[in-house]
């Protein structure tokens, strides 16, 4: 049973595009986040939810808009995509002071 | 502005031998938590090991422990009998309690075992 689940895994789109990403935990946490992961490896937060509301929003471009329809879920909408929005994007769930926090497996997104 | 420095871009240990990966932090907030991942090849985020900034000893898993040294702001990952399913990048993240309760990540460092 995975704790932190995100679809698709891999995403190949041509740019200009929009485009969804969703994740679901089944951890009962309070809180969720997105993170991107850049070439060279670096991982950044972009947006964190507690309880359905936002927390956190580091300086993302607007085309970038989290949903969290519920505590379990938080979705990322990518509208006009660009070249530079290539990136591996995780989802992650905790608690909001806890000291474990779980990555979901990663999606894989290409713009072309 | 919380910071996290990894000095070591890559690693090269002979299986068996234990490995220390350095992990250097900076923050103003005076309680925090610090946390290593394992990301291998397959790219999956594992979540290794945690300790608190008021935690009196250092925190252990397993194979795996935190030299943890306040006062010189440093969270080394120790991983005793490295083992050949090691190789991966690890990253050590810090997340302050105060503030905004992001996990803000070091560079990364690419561990290799060799057999």
């Known amino acids: 049973d995975t704790a932190v689940s995100q679809t698709p895994k891999y995403l190949v789109t041509q740019m200009g595009n929009d485009k969804s990403i969703k994740c679901e935990q089944n951890l009962g946490h309070d809180t969720m986040y997105w993170y991107k992961q850049d070439s060279k490896k670096f991982l950044k937060i972009m947006f964190s939810?507690?309880?359905?509301?936002?927390?956190i929003n580091e300086t993302v471009p607007n085309r970038f808009s989290p949903k969290s329809p519920d505590k379990a879920h938080l979705n990322l909408h990518i509208n006009s995509l660009e070249l530079g929005d290539s990136a591996v994007y995780f989802c992650?769930?905790?608690?909001?002071?806890?000291?474990?926090?779980?990555f979901g497996e990663g999606s894989w997104l290409t713009v072309v | 502005a919380q910071k996290i420095t990894q000095t070591q871009p890559g690693m090269f240990v002979q299986e068996k031998e234990a490995v220390t990966l350095d992990c250097t932090y900076d923050?103003?907030?005076?309680?925090?938590?610090l946390f290593w991942y394992k990301q291998p090849s397959s790219g999956e985020m594992i979540f290794l090991i945690y300790q608190g900034s008021y935690d009196q000893q250092n925190a252990t898993e397993g194979r795996y422990s935190l030299n943890f040294q306040k006062a010189r702001k440093s969270a080394n990952l120790v991983i005793s009998a490295s083992q050949l399913g090691d190789s991966a990048m690890y990253f050590c993240a810090m997340r302050e309690v105060q503030g905004a309760q992001k996990l803000v990540f070091g560079q990364g460092t690419r561990l290799t075992i060799n057999p």
């Open positions: 939810y507690n309880n359905k509301e936002l927390i």
């Open positions: 923050t103003s907030d005076p309680s925090y938590g």
């Open positions: 992650a769930s905790s608690q909001l002071d806890g000291n474990t926090i779980y």
